[in-house]
C-alpha cells in the first residue's frame, strides 16, 4: 500500500530535549516536506527537500532541521524544543520529475513540549 | 509569496443541500490545483487534484472546478451527508500554498 508514515504519532517531552520525528514513504517520490497545523494559523511549511541531499527552508524554519540521506526517508529534528512548538505535524510526498503533482500526507505527529 | 484564501472559513448546512466552497489565490502561475478533506486531529485525504490544463475534475458527488485567470478554484458537494462534515483546504501546487480552510457542518 501507497503510504507516507510518521513516527511517532503522539509526544510530550520537555524543553530542550532533543527529539526526532521521521517520515518515510514508499511511493519513490521525490519531493517530501514538513508541515506545521495550529489552530487559526493553518498549514504553514516547515522544510523541503526536491530529492536526496537537497533541502530548502519553508515559511517557518527555525528551531528545525531536516536531513534527506535517501530517497525514501526526510526526518524532522527539534535540536532544543520549546513549547511554541507544540504543534501537529505533518510530513508529505509528491512525484516530482519536473513538475509537482499530487501530494500525499502522513497521518500526522502531536508533539506537545512542556 | 502566493497567498490561498477560502471563504467562508465556516459552514453549515441541513443535510441533503449541495454547496460550494471557494477557493482563491493571488499568483495564476500555478502548476496545479488540489483539494483535502481533514477530519478533526487527523491527517490530510485528498480529494480531487485539477492539473493546470484543465478546467474540472469530478469524483462522485464532488465536482472542482479552476479558472487560472481569475485565480479561482470551487469545490461543488452535490447531495450532502453528514458524514461530509470536515475541514476542507485547498492547496495551490507551483510551490504547496494551502489555503485557512472551510470548516463544514452538515446538519442532520
Known amino acids: 500500500e501507497a503510504q507516507v508514515t510518521q513516527n511517532p504519532r503522539y509526544l510530550i517531552t520537555v524543553t530542550g530535549k532533543k527529539l526526532t520525528v521521521t517520515c518515510s514513504q514508499n511511493?519513490?517520490?521525490?519531493?517530501m516536506s514538513w508541515y506545521r497545523q495550529d489552530p487559526g494559523l493553518g498549514l504553514r511549511q516547515i522544510y523541503y527537500?526536491?530529492?536526496?541531499?537537497?533541502?530548502d527552508k519553508g515559511d517557518v524554519p527555525e528551531g528545525y532541521k531536516v536531513s534527506r540521506k535517501e530517497k525514501r526517508n526526510f526526518p524532522l529534528i527539534l535540536e532544543s524544543p520549546s513549547p511554541n512548538q507544540t504543534s501537529l505535524y505533518f510530513c508529505?510526498?509528491?512525484?516530482?520529475?519536473?513538475?509537482?503533482?499530487?501530494?500525499?500526507f502522513g497521518e500526522g505527529s502531536r508533539l506537545t513540549v512542556l | 509569496k502566493q497567498e490561498v484564501t477560502q471563504i467562508p472559513a465556516a459552514l453549515s448546512v441541513p443535510e441533503g443541500e449541495n454547496l460550494v466552497l471557494n477557493c482563491s489565490f493571488t499568483?495564476?502561475?500555478?502548476?496545479?490545483l488540489q483539494w483535502f478533506r481533514q477530519d478533526p486531529g487527523k491527517g490530510l485525504t485528498s480529494l480531487l487534484l485539477?492539473?493546470?490544463?484543465?478546467r474540472e475534475q469530478t469524483s462522485g458527488r464532488l465536482n472542482a472546478s479552476l479558472d487560472k485567470s481569475s485565480g479561482r478554484s470551487t469545490l461543488y458537494i452535490a447531495a450532502s451527508q453528514p458524514g461530509d462534515s470536515a475541514t476542507y483546504l485547498c492547496?495551490?501546487?507551483?510551490?504547496?500554498?494551502f489555503g485557512t480552510g472551510t470548516s463544514l457542518t452538515v446538519i442532520p
Open positions: 499568483d495564476s502561475a500555478i502548476y496545479n
Open positions: 508529505a510526498s509528491s512525484l516530482f520529475a519536473g513538475v509537482l503533482e499530487e501530494l500525499f
Open positions: 485539477i492539473q493546470s490544463s484543465q
Open positions: 511511493m519513490n517520490h521525490e519531493y
Open positions: 492547496a495551490v501546487i507551483n510551490q504547496f500554498y
Open positions: 527537500s526536491m530529492n536526496v541531499e537537497v533541502t
